[in-house]
């Protein structure tokens, strides 16, 4: 009948499950904090609809040049040591992605029916730039 010891140590196998979870669930909270709280969410969101806001209103034959300064500031006190991966632009699937954390990126699809050529990210002083040239796309 006394069987306290016993019932105390397997009502701690019945929490278990429930901490395992808890502490996962933090873990994701703190790496969506601090994407928040480091400003690189915010500013990959700016620039990736920037970027499609102005392929969007291009021609073709333009030429666009963009300062990227202040994004790859971000990235860089992110640790986002790879300068090609911070901004990419997907003319199969129309879409412009922008990485500034380590983890993740924030994309944003164009509807301009146009081709993105020499995008490259020009890293210079006293500002990096982002170029592209904007051409018709070739139907098949």
């Known amino acids: 009948m006394n069987k306290r010891g016993e019932s105390e140590f397997s009502l701690l196998y019945v929490y278990i499950p429930y901490l395992v979870i808890l502490a996962a669930f933090m873990i994701l909270l703190y790496f ?4 928040y709280l480091s400003g690189a969410a915010v500013s990959e969101d700016y620039y990736a609809k920037e970027i499609v806001k102005v392929i969007n209103l291009a021609e073709p034959g333009d030429v666009i040049e963009l300062n990227v300064h202040k994004g790859t500031e971000i990235a860089l006190k992110n640790k ?21 954390f380590e983890q993740g990126r924030t994309c944003y699809s164009f509807f301009n029916d146009v081709f993105i050529d020499n995008w490259r990210l020009e890293l210079g002083i006293p500002e990096n730039v982002l170029y592209f040239e904007v051409k018709e796309r070739v139907k098949k």
Request: hydrophobic share 35%; with cysteine; charged share 30%.
């Open 32 to 35: 969506s904090i601090g994407h």
């Open 80 to 100: 986002v040591t790879a300068y090609s991966d911070l901004f990419r632009i997907d003319n199969k699937n129309k879409e412009v992605c922008v990485r500034f």
